[in-house]
């Protein structure tokens, strides 16, 4: 079965941490691009990070010196790292890949070099007291 799966969210007080993954299925994503991304609830997706195949990783601003992505190609899963995490934090997180296995996602999203065009379904992630 082709799939992509983000796991890990959850609800979490304001300075705590998380670590979600993203295990692809199906396919192998060795020479891919792997980005995660967010959509708080009325607002517009938003890339958070990336990692491209030669290990070359990204950041948006709001995330820089908190979040680190990270990936094991043996076990074809990639990691977001979230550390002192914010209330502005809370969405729904996604990974997503250049790898076309899931095109029929039907979403296109160009950042930081990579075509992303295979979606997960999302992990819900709440930071509240």
Not at 36 to 62: C, H, L, M
Not at 75 to 83: C, D, I, P
Request: aromatic fraction near 12%.
């Amino acid at each position: 079965q082709v799939q992509l799966v983000e796991s890990g969210g959850g609800l979490v007080q304001p300075g705590g941490s998380l670590r979600l993954s993203c295990a692809a299925s199906g396919f192998t994503w060795e020479h891919n691009g792997i980005g995660w991304f967010r959509q708080a609830p009325g607002k517009e997706r938003e890339g958070v990070s990336a990692i491209d195949s030669d290990g070359s990783t990204y950041y948006t601003n709001s995330v820089k010196g908190r979040f680190t992505i990270s990936r094991d190609n043996a076990k074809n899963t990639v990691y977001l790292q979230m550390n002192s995490l914010k209330s502005e934090d809370t969405a729904v997180y996604y990974c997503a890949t250049d790898h076309p296995a899931l095109l029929g996602s039907g979403i296109s999203w160009y950042l930081w070099g990579i075509a992303f065009v295979s979606w997960g379904h999302g992990t819900q992630v709440t930071v509240s007291s």
